[in-house]
C-alpha cells in the first residue's frame, strides 16, 4: 500500500510502498482509509519539537473509512490508553501517528475498540478532521472548561482546527461565543458562523479595552500560550475558567498573581480526553449535526504540501487529506 512517511525528522514526507498492516481481529482491525486529517502535532514532530520521535514512521491521527472485516464505515479515537482516571491520562496513554503508524496512508491497523462508527451526516473528509481537534475541543471546553448554555465564551486564535469546534461547540451550547484572530478575514468568517463578537489579537491593547466595555468571559479557551496569555487575565469574568491545550508561542510569563487570587481565576490544563469524552463529543456532533470546517483537501500523493500549508497558518478550520 501506499504511505506517505517521516523517515528522519527535517525531512519532507515521502510517498512510498509499505507492506499492508497487521490485523488480528476481531481484536485488532485494519481500516481502508477514504481521507485522514493532519494536526498540528505532525508538524512539531516533523520539525523535531516533540517528545520521544520515532522514525521512520506514518503520521497521521485522524482518519475516516470502512473496516476491512465488516464494511462499516468509520472514524478513529487516536488516543489509546487513557487509563481508569477521568481527571488525567495514564502514562501508557499514546496518540495514533508516531510511534504506531498512523492515518496517512492507504490503511491503518488499529485496536477495534478505537472505532466509531462515522456521523452519517459528515461526508468521509469531513469525518476525517473531526476525532483529534474534536476531541480536544470537547475536553477543554466542555470538561475543563465547564462551559453551560449562557456562559460567555472568549476563544483566541480562531484561525485554529481546534479553536474552531471550540466555537462551534460553544454556538450549539448556547454560549455567547467571542473570538479573537490575526486575520480580518477569519474574524469575518466567524462572526458569518455565529460568533457574537470578534477581535484582532494584534490590535494594541485590545484586552483591557473589552475589559473597560465589561466584556468579560465565564470560559476562555487557548492554544497558543506565550507572553500574550497574560492579557488573557484582563478579559476573565469574576470565577473565571482559563483552559489552555496548546503552547505554540512557548513559555507562559507576565502573569499577574493579583489578578488571578482576587478574581478568583482557575486556569486549567487539557490534552486530548478520555474514551468517555470522545463518545460524549461524538454524541453532541450528531445531535447537533455539526459540520468540520474544512480549510483545503489536498491528495495523498501532495501530504507535504499540506503540512507545509497547516504549518504556514493562513488556514481556517482542518487540513484534510483525501486518500481513496
Ligand atoms: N493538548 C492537546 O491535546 C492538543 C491537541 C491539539 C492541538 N494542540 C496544540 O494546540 C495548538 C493549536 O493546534 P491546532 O492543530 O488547532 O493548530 P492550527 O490549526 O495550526 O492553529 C494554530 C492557531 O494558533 C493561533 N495563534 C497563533 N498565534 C496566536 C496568538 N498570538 N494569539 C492567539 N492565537 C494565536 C492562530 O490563530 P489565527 O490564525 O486566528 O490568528 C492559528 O490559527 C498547537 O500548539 C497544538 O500543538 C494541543
Known amino acids: 500500500m501506499k504511505a506517505a512517511r517521516l523517515n528522519a525528522i527535517h525531512s519532507p514526507l515521502q510517498l512510498e510502498d509499505v507492506p499492508l498492516p497487521p490485523m488480528d481481529p476481531p481484536h485488532r482491525v485494519r481500516v481502508k482509509l477514504q481521507a485522514a486529517a493532519l494536526n498540528?502535532?505532525?508538524?512539531?514532530?516533523?520539525?523535531?519539537?516533540?517528545?520521544?520521535?520515532?522514525?521512520?514512521v506514518t503520521l497521521g491521527s485522524?482518519?475516516?473509512?470502512?473496516?476491512?472485516?465488516?464494511g462499516e464505515p468509520v472514524i478513529i479515537n487516536p488516543g489509546s490508553h487513557w487509563g481508569p482516571d477521568?481527571?488525567?491520562?495514564?502514562?501508557?496513554?499514546?496518540?495514533?501517528?508516531?510511534?504506531?503508524?498512523?492515518?496517512?496512508?492507504?490503511?491503518?491497523?488499529?485496536?477495534?475498540?478505537?472505532?466509531?462508527?462515522?456521523?452519517?451526516?459528515?461526508?468521509?473528509?469531513?469525518?476525517?478532521?473531526?476525532?483529534?481537534?474534536?476531541?480536544?475541543?470537547?475536553?477543554?471546553l466542555c470538561v475543563r472548561g465547564a462551559?453551560?448554555?449562557?456562559?460567555?465564551?472568549?476563544?483566541?486564535?480562531?484561525?485554529?482546527?481546534v479553536a474552531w469546534f471550540?466555537?462551534?461547540?460553544?454556538?450549539?451550547?448556547?454560549?455567547?461565543?467571542?473570538?479573537?484572530?490575526?486575520?480580518?478575514?477569519?474574524?469575518?468568517?466567524?462572526?458569518?458562523?455565529?460568533?457574537h463578537g470578534a477581535v484582532n489579537y494584534r490590535q494594541p491593547g485590545i484586552f483591557k479595552e473589552l475589559a473597560a466595555h465589561n466584556e468579560l468571559f465565564d470560559v476562555i479557551v487557548d492554544s497558543a500560550g506565550?507572553?500574550?496569555?497574560?492579557?488573557?487575565?484582563?478579559i476573565a469574568a469574576p470565577g473565571a475558567r482559563i483552559v489552555t491545550y496548546g503552547g505554540t508561542l512557548g513559555k507562559i510569563t507576565q502573569l499577574?498573581?493579583?489578578?488571578?487570587?482576587?478574581?478568583?481565576?482557575?486556569?486549567?490544563?487539557s490534552t486530548m480526553g478520555s474514551d468517555a469524552d470522545f463518545a460524549?463529543?461524538?454524541?453532541?456532533?450528531n445531535r447537533h449535526q455539526i459540520r468540520p470546517r474544512i480549510a483545503r483537501i489536498f491528495p495523498l500523493e501532495e501530504a507535504q504540501a499540506a503540512m507545509d500549508f497547516l504549518a504556514y497558518g493562513a488556514q481556517i478550520g482542518k487540513v484534510v487529506v483525501r486518500i481513496a
Open 226 to 234: 506565550g507572553e500574550p496569555f497574560a492579557q488573557l487575565l484582563f
Open 256 to 269: 499577574s498573581p493579583q489578578i488571578i487570587f482576587w478574581k478568583q481565576l482557575s486556569i486549567l490544563g
Open 86 to 140: 477521568e481527571r488525567v491520562q495514564s502514562l501508557a496513554y499514546t496518540i495514533l501517528g508516531m510511534p504506531d503508524d498512523g492515518t496517512l496512508a492507504e490503511c491503518v491497523s488499529v485496536p477495534a475498540d478505537r472505532l466509531h462508527p462515522k456521523p452519517p451526516h459528515l461526508s468521509a473528509e469531513e469525518a476525517a478532521a473531526l476525532p483529534l481537534a474534536g476531541l480536544t475541543a470537547w475536553r477543554a
Open 147 to 161: 462551559a453551560r448554555p449562557g456562559d460567555r465564551v472568549f476563544v483566541n486564535g480562531i484561525g485554529g482546527g
Open 40 to 56: 498540528h502535532r505532525d508538524v512539531w514532530i516533523q520539525k523535531g519539537q516533540y517528545a520521544a520521535i520515532v522514525t521512520p
Open 280 to 285: 460524549a463529543m461524538l454524541d453532541f456532533v
Open 62 to 70: 485522524d482518519g475516516c473509512g470502512v473496516r476491512e472485516d465488516n
Open 166 to 195: 471550540c466555537m462551534q461547540f460553544a454556538l450549539a451550547l448556547g454560549c455567547q461565543v467571542y473570538v479573537s484572530s490575526s486575520s480580518e478575514e477569519k474574524l469575518a468568517e466567524a462572526r458569518a458562523a455565529g460568533a
